[in-house]
T-cell receptor
Framework: NAGVMQNPRHLVRRRGQEARLRCSPMKGHSHVYWYRQLPEEGLKFMVYLQKENIIDESGMPKERFSAEFPKEGPSILRIQQVVRGDSAAYFC??????????????FGPGTRLTVL | GDSVTQMEGPVTLSEEAFLTINCTYTATGYPSLFWYVQYPGEGLQLLLKATKADDKGSNKGFEATYRKETTSFHLEKGSVQVSDSAVYFCALNTGNQFYFGTGTSLTVIP
């Protein structure tokens, strides 16, 4: 049973470009979460999605960031017009349906974004 | 709001030493509590969890007890190994969202 998959593992972008980060949840999981980890800091919640719905985006920056989890395919975290401050590790987690956030979350290996 | 306060690191211990990493929480509901571990270059892995007061989570020699009276979930291990070197995160969940502590880096030296 494959775990949470994220790609790419490493992504380099120049300022002003777009970054697209992909996350495939574990089989049978319908809840997806995105977190950002800045150097020497803990994880910060960004957004919680279920299929075709954004449940909680209270941690998402108001501009340039968006997320989706379509009916088919992986969840996408999109960062437009990246800036150096966006350089971080972005982790995706998934959990099974049922008790929602009370369930354990399973984490992917992360995408390390570097903005030059 | 809900939050987790975690003991700051880094922590350096000799092999076979006793480990305690403190974690306290603030929550309006009845949270589930978790410890996650992150090895270099990897994502977080669940280490243990407790879903109600007085529950004890345990795994790989690590333990933590959900103390509602002191709002704590301290992580302990009686004898650490070099392979335990990692960053440890305390977390809580009362519903949709996980709240993580800032992480405690542990280095175990032979």
């Amino acid at each position: 049973n494959a775990g949470v998959m994220q790609n790419p593992r490493h992504l380099v972008r120049r300022r002003g470009q777009e970054a697209r980060l992909r996350c495939s949840p574990m089989k049978g999981h319908s809840h997806v979460y995105w977190y950002r980890q800045l150097p020497e800091e803990g994880l910060k919640f960004m957004v919680y999605l279920q299929k075709e719905n954004i449940i909680d985006e209270s941690g998402m920056p108001k501009e340039r960031f968006s997320a989706e989890f379509p009916k088919e395919g992986p969840s996408i975290l999109r960062i437009q017009q990246v800036v150096r401050g966006d350089s971080a590790a972005y982790f995706c987690a998934s959990s099974p349906p049922g008790r929602g956030g009370y369930n354990e979350q399973f984490f992917g290996p992360g995408t390390r974004l570097t903005v030059l | 709001g809900d939050s987790v306060t975690q003991m700051e690191g880094p922590v350096t211990l000799s092999e076979e030493a006793f480990l305690t990493i403190n974690c306290t929480y603030t929550a309006t509901g009845y949270p589930s509590l978790f410890w996650y571990v992150q090895y270099p270059g990897e994502g977080l892995q669940l280490l243990l969890k407790a879903t109600k007061a007085d529950d004890k989570g345990s795994n790989k020699g690590f333990e933590a007890t959900y103390r509602k009276e002191t709002t704590s979930f301290h992580l302990e291990k009686g004898s650490v190994q070099v392979s335990d070197s990692a960053v440890y995160f305390c977390a809580l969940n009362t519903g949709n969202q996980f709240y993580f502590g800032t992480g405690t880096s542990l280095t175990v030296i032979p």
